[in-house]
T-cell receptor, first 112, second 114 residues
């Protein structure tokens, strides 16, 4: 089955700096890669996604890049704000059920 | 409001008791999923419904677990003879839309088995 690894597990940045979270996946059949933000006591919230036929996607301060050859994708957050502090999960989708395999999460802390 | 309502939000039960959780999507969605999330980990797939049909179950879903989606709308997840290892957040998710494989998750039910 699919295996997704995520790094780093914790990340602390100052407000205004950029944050980068990296993931690798194992199954070359995976074709969709969403990123989720999870705040305390809440379910994961989809923040951006990318399909396997696209190399990069941007939405305001958030961007995702995908390298299919290396089976590697990354989340980039620019101009970080305190409200960006949360746990971020990458995931990969495979199979007819479109089930998600999640990474282990990155706790991002944005300090003033 | 995430579009997926889960009830209860928290459940504390004694080991050996049965518990049932409910998931109510606000609007109709063909795909409905259950995931389990333990502390410090990402959610793990449990099972998937296409309308009322349960099409896939994870090996994580032991015989003590059963899920239903009787009319293709709401869904229930029952755990019989709970064990301490069942303590986790149980998340329900629906397909986020026709143009994405993304999901919309509910806020989950946090189960504590004592």
């Amino acid at each position: 089955g699919e295996n997704v690894e995520q790094h780093p597990s914790t990340l602390s940045v100052q407000e205004g700096d950029s944050a980068v979270i990296k993931c690798t996946y194992s199954d070359s059949a995976s074709n969709y890669f969403p990123w989720y933000k999870q705040e305390l006591g809440k379910g994961p919230q989809l923040i951006i996604d990318i399909r396997s036929n696209v190399g990069e996607k941007k939405d305001q301060r958030i961007a995702v890049t995908l390298n299919k050859t290396a089976k590697h994708f990354s989340l980039h957050i620019t101009e970080t704000q305190p409200e960006d502090s949360a746990v971020y999960f990458c995931a990969a989708v495979t199979g007819t059920a479109s089930k998600l395999t999640f990474g282990t999460g990155t706790r991002l802390q944005v300090t003033l | 409001d995430t579009g997926v309502s889960q009830d209860p939000r928290h459940k504390i039960t004694k080991r050996g008791q049965n518990v049932t959780f409910r998931c109510d999507p606000i609007s109709e969605h063909n795909r409905l999923y259950w995931y389990r999330q333990t502390l410090g980990q990402g959610p793990e797939f449990l099972t998937y419904f296409q309308n009322e049909a349960q099409l896939e179950k994870s090996r994580l879903l032991s015989d003590r677990f059963s899920a239903e989606r009787p009319k293709g709308s709401f869904s229930t997840l029952e755990i019989q003879r709970t064990e301490q290892g069942d303590s986790a957040m149980y998340l329900c998710a629906i397909g986020a839309g026709v143009r994405t494989y993304g999901y919309t998750f509910g806020s989950g039910t946090r189960l504590t088995v004592v």
